[in-house]
């Protein structure tokens, strides 16, 4: 039970990492986007891409750090990965979203963001094949905590944990206490209003993709750390994600980071009552309970 | 006899040069519906293909030539059953080969040919739903497969695990109807075996983290662990198992023989791995059906089912032989045993097999037919059972650790249901 807990957590970290950016856009941008787990993908890869680069080039970054399957090389692809996958973002928005965004109405976004996913998908798949790859072959393995109850931790994902907790803070930190992140919410509440007080509405825009997209990278990439890389894993991770954020409530972020705590350990605490074969209908079960109680979410605010 | 053969064989060769001169009038048509649209799906329908041109060359069957009507099931079962439907009810077939998954094979028999009397031969459905169908007696006698059923697969886990000594063992197990149905029988046969089962947990594919079942599993502290999952979902559970202090023992189910499995998971963790798989038989026949397809196809058969699928188009034709001209679906299902009689004239998965078949057949005689499989033999519910292997890892792909003929894999699944 406490195992499955932690478990909870430490899943539940890249699930809120993940939530943010979605929850963001889903404010802003009032669209539900389902691509938006592929830009987990794409970081993923992209990271893969300059680690593998990296350790070539600079054998002396591949050195592991610590008792983490994590390499100097693969730190500073995730920092180039989060640039790379914010791009992304942005490049996607102004090829297809800001366009059908211009003439369509909610629903073709939404079609449009299904469309783009399975692009991205396959693209992926394309350039790197279908099979699953991985930043390091070693088996990274547990460290027991307790013999009674029987409580194991891996190094990598206690890292995880502290750098989503670290990275979230960081975020609350730009959201209440700076100009940028008044304008943010501004955009968010009344886009009309916000523009009369002088908040451009494009450069805003451009900067919530880049944001949700670093975010996206950096989850994508710990949960490469944690399990397998597969073109498919925005796929896996799109549900999770959106019960994570509808949990939450639609825009808030700090609803995102507890949504996905809470999808998590109830995705893992679940497997004490329900057979395995259910498991993939709690994060569904979720929404329907949270929504049932609190049609907004639980940080959610109702808005015309 | 000779001659006349000669001469059969003669106007077949004429008739094929495309002149007016025609042996025979009439063309029957067979369907076969099969997931021509995967890339190891179209080999399967090629080697199908294969062996009615064979028969076609010998004659045909039942007096006239066999036109082998081919629809794409796409793997769905959806699709599937619409194809039998269009190819029963449009173009008239009573006999149909196919499909591939069982998943896709069992809704056709249910809704297309059992209903509608018609002989299905499937080349590659191993799940035991069939067996159990059968014994209930819904396939009224019109079901057969030329594909061992997962029940030898799970026999020889129960095996390796008897031989290595386990006590107690985890299964992990995919969530679909494959992989509900190992989990099923690998439970019964380990029983059997005096073997424990720790905990047996569903894997469900697409996932983002197996941890918890992993954790499930892990906690009855079982000494080996027996995985029915494919290699995507099966690198993830087998990592997570070994990362969390998981024992090395393992059983593998042949779904994971692939060299992703090993160069993901890593071969320094899989050295007590031992995985099973059903295999060719080491007979004559096997032998030449390989010599064949690499004559005609350029490549050896290493593709899922080729053999098979091969041994289904055969026999399907041999019994429209053996039942003769306008014989019912029923009526060709009843006939299997004629040309797959254990004490009947045996002959070869050819075109000269085929010409042997005929006058025998024609002489009242009965037929043992020895294929790409070895000698068929089908049971009262249409399955037939295999030789194993038990395989294990090695640098450069998998290595036969031993191998069990047809007899020993018998005795061993009777040793078991004692």
């Known amino acids: ?304 | 006899m000779r001659t006349l053969l000669t001469v059969a064989a003669f106007a077949a060769g004429v008739s094929a040069l495309g002149t007016e001169v025609q042996a025979q009038e009439c063309t029957t048509k067979i369907g076969a519906t099969l997931p021509t649209s995967v890339d190891w799906g179209r080999p399967i329908a090629e080697v199908a293909q294969f062996a009615v041109d064979q028969v076609n060359e010998a004659g045909g069957a039942a007096g006239c030539q066999i036109e082998m009507v081919l629809r794409d099931t796409q793997v769905d079962p959806k699709v599937g059953v619409d194809a039998a439907k269009a190819l029963v009810d449009l173009e008239g077939v009573n006999v149909l080969l196919g499909a591939v998954s069982s998943g896709v094979s069992m809704p056709i028999l249910t809704s297309v040919t059992v209903p509608g009397g018609v002989m299905q031969m499937s080349c590659c459905s191993s799940s035991t739903a069939f067996t159990k169908l059968s014994e209930d007696g819904k396939t009224n006698g019109l079901w057969f497969r030329t594909f061992a059923t997962t029940a030898v697969q799970s026999a020889m886990g129960a095996k390796v695990a008897t031989d290595k000594g386990y006590k107690k063992v985890a299964v992990l197990y995919k969530n679909d109807d494959w992989g509900q149905d190992m989990a099923r029988l690998i439970a019964a046969d380990f029983a059997a075996a005096g073997i424990e089962v720790t905990s047996s947990v569903a894997i469900n594919d697409a996932q983002p983290s197996y941890r918890a079942e992993v954790t499930e599993a892990i906690g009855g502290q079982p000494d080996a662990l027996y995985l029915a999952l494919y290699p995507n979902e099966g690198t993830s559970a087998v990592r997570e198992w070994l990362s969390l202090g998981g024992t090395q023992n393992m059983i593998l189910a042949n779904s994971l023989k692939s060299d992703e499995f090993r160069d993901n998971v890593g071969l320094q963790y899989l050295g007590n791995a031992l995985g099973t798989d059903t295999a060719s038989p080491r007979v004559a026949s096997a032998d030449a059906f390989k010599a064949a397809y690499v004559e005609k196809f350029g490549s050896e058969p290493n593709g899922p089912g080729l053999a098979n699928s091969f041994d289904a188009a055969m026999i399907a034709l041999l019994a429209m032989e053996a039942a003769g001209k306008d014989a019912s679906g029923a009526d060709i299902a009843a006939a299997v045993a004629k040309v797959t009689d254990p004490s009947g004239t045996p002959i070869t998965a050819d075109t000269a097999g085929f010409s042997t078949a005929k006058d025998t057949l024609a002489g009242g005689g009965t037929v043992k037919y020895q294929g790409a499989t070895g000698d068929v033999r089908f049971d009262a519910n249409g399955d037939v059972s295999a030789p194993a292997v038990v395989w294990k890892f090695t640098d450069s792909g998998t290595e036969e650790v031993e191998y069990l003929s047809l007899t020993d894999v018998d005795a061993f699944i009777a040793s078991l249901k004692k």
């Open chain 1, 1 to 304: 039970m406490i195992q499955h807990l932690v478990d909870g957590i430490l899943v539940g970290s890249f699930l809120s990492l993940g939530a943010i950016g979605l929850t963001m856009v889903m404010h802003i941008l009032r669209f539900a986007n389902f691509s938006h787990a592929e830009l987990l993908s794409i970081g993923a890869y992209c990271a893969l891409v300059f680690d593998k680069l990296f350790e070539s080039l600079l054998p002396v970054l591949s050195a592991k750090i610590g008792p983490l399957s994590m390499t100097g090389a693969l730190s500073l692809s995730i920092l180039i990965s989060m640039v790379v996958t914010g791009l992304s973002a942005v490049l996607i928005d102004n090829l297809v979203f800001r366009r059908v965004r211009q003439k369509g109405g909610e629903l073709s976004m939404v079609f449009a963001s299904f469309g783009m996913s399975l692009v991205i998908r396959n693209v992926i798949g394309l350039i790197f094949g279908l099979s699953s790859e991985l930043y390091s072959r070693d088996i990274a393995f547990a460290m027991v905590l307790s013999r009674d109850p029987l409580l194991l931790v891996k190094p990598d994902q206690v890292f995880v944990l502290i750098a989503a907790l670290l990275i979230m803070f960081v975020l609350y930190l730009v959201f209440s206490r700076t100009t940028f992140g008044f304008a943010l919410r501004a955009i968010a509440e009344n886009p009309s209003l916000a523009q009369v007080h002088g908040v451009n509405l494009k450069q805003m825009i451009v900067a919530v993709w880049i944001i949700g997209g670093a975010l996206g990278a950096l989850a994508g990439v710990f949960y490469g750390l944690s399990y397998q890389i597969t073109p498919v894993m925005g796929r896996d991770l799109v549900l999770p994600i959106f019960a994570a954020t509808i949990v939450g409530g639609i825009g808030s972020v700090y609803g995102a980071v507890l949504g996905g705590f809470i999808v998590g350990i109830a995705s893992n605490i679940a497997l004490v009552v329900l057979p395995s074969g259910y498991s993939p209908s709690v994060p569904f079960l979720m929404i329907l309970l949270v929504l049932l109680i609190r049609p907004n979410g639980l940080f959610g605010e109702a808005r015309a």
